[in-house]
């Protein structure tokens, strides 16, 4: 099994920056690409960003590409998201996600394993 905690959430105003990070434990030799959703009340959980382990390739949503990146470190395998210059849009629960296919894929139902999620709140 892949187990799959995520920290670095918190409120901040908008314009602001978070770095979020998701560790990942156990069985990682099954990770070969991760990924990072977010779900707002009311809504369906929507893709954010993903990155392939190796080689690094990454992908965005349009809503986040330029102000948003997906970076790994394979050391302590760790993902992360940054996020920029941050909207109220941008206000949701984000969700670390990993697999073990190297295909990069937007839809949720491609990842096997999930992190409890992370609160993200953007005040105006």
């Known amino acids: 099994q892949v187990q799959l905690v995520e920290s670095g959430g918190g409120l901040v105003q908008a314009g602001d920056s978070l770095r979020l990070s998701c560790a990942v434990s156990?069985?990682?030799?099954?990770?070969?690409?991760m990924g990072w959703f977010r779900q707002a009340p009311g809504k369906e959980r929507e893709f954010v960003a993903a990155?392939?382990?190796?080689?690094?390739?990454?992908y965005y949503a349009d809503s986040v590409k330029g102000r948003f990146t997906i970076s790994r470190d394979s050391i302590k395998m760790t993902t992360y998201l940054q996020m920029n210059s941050l909207k109220r849009e941008d206000t949701a629960v984000y969700y670390c996600?990993?697999?073990?296919?190297?295909?990069?894929?937007?839809?949720?139902?491609?990842?096997?394993?999930w992190g409890q999620g992370t609160q993200v709140t953007v005040s105006s």
């Open positions: 996600a990993a697999d073990r296919t190297t295909m990069i894929s937007m839809v949720p139902q491609r990842y096997d394993y």
């Open positions: 156990g069985r990682t030799s099954n990770v070969y690409k």
């Open positions: 990155i392939s382990w190796n080689p690094s390739v990454t």
